[in-house]
């Protein structure tokens, strides 16, 4: 019997699993068990950094044979990149999704190391400056073995949330177009398959537009998730899981 594929949904820096009714990345779950894929939702260090999150990551998915199709967030795909690479879980990963992750660094996040936020005292935000992500990238190489996919994400100033609008406008001089918290240029990696009209928040359905007397068009994240399952479960991502699984585990076919 084919072993079934599955989804493995990876939180952002300061994401969580759930928190009361609300999921990190809402409406998912329901919709890609819809789809058939089983999906498996890691906790991680919220504000923790990369060697930290990625040892966790590894060690809820201890269990798993694979193949498994990541798809993770903003600083969870620097996790992930690091799982795979350096803590074995090439062995089971048939392919990462990366969504507005700051493969090289965000220009917030070395603002915010210059100032006097609260957040500087997080140990992830150090890991998402330029130059920790430029020494991630040197000692992180892209395995042969797994399929990199990323979308990026940009909206205009004028239309990101006006709480984190700030960090869009640092970001726009630094590095250009954004999506309030990474550059579309630093959240590309390996194939990049879209840009996404969407702030950073609405790639996991949260809506953090708070002006009444102004409206923008929506952003339909599911749509985005269905995909990304979708492709998963296409030839070609059905053809990595099984080339996966009889290369590293032929013994389970």
């Avoid at 590894?58 to 798809?71: K, N």
Wanted: glycine content about 10%.
């Amino acid at each position: 019997m084919r072993t079934p594929a599955t989804v493995v949904l990876i939180h952002g820096w300061l994401g969580f699993r759930k928190i009361l009714w609300r999921d990190y990345f809402k409406g998912v779950r329901p919709l890609l068990e819809e789809m058939e894929l089983r999906v498996i939702v890691p906790g991680l260090s919220w504000g923790g950094g990369i060697v930290k999150r990625s040892g966790q990551l590894g060690s809820q998915l201890a269990d798993e044979s694979g193949p498994l199709h990541l798809i993770a967030h903003s600083m969870g795909g620097l996790d992930a990149r690091r799982y795979i690479t350096h803590l074995g879980g090439h062995d089971k990963v048939a392919s990462l999704t990366t969504l507005a992750t700051p493969h090289r660094g965000s220009s917030a996040a070395d603002h915010v190391l210059t100032g006097h936020s609260p957040f500087r005292c997080m140990p992830g935000v150090h890991d998402l400056t330029a130059d920790a992500t430029m020494r991630l990238n040197a000692a992180t190489p892209n395995h042969p073995d797994v399929i990199y996919r990323s979308y990026s994400a940009a909206r205009p100033v004028a239309e990101q949330p006006w709480p984190v609008r700030r960090y869009g406008r640092i970001i726009e001089q630094a590095e250009g177009a954004n999506d309030s918290q990474v550059a579309t240029a630093s959240a590309e990696w390996g194939e990049h398959v879209a840009r996404l009209h969407a702030d950073h928040f609405e790639l996991i359905g949260l809506n953090l537009w708070l002006n009444p007397f102004a409206k923008r068009a929506g952003f339909d994240h599911l749509s985005l998730y269905r995909a990304i399952g979708e492709w998963a479960l296409s030839g070609t991502g059905q053809a990595t899981a099984s080339r996966m699984l009889q290369s590293r585990h032929g013994k389970y076919l």
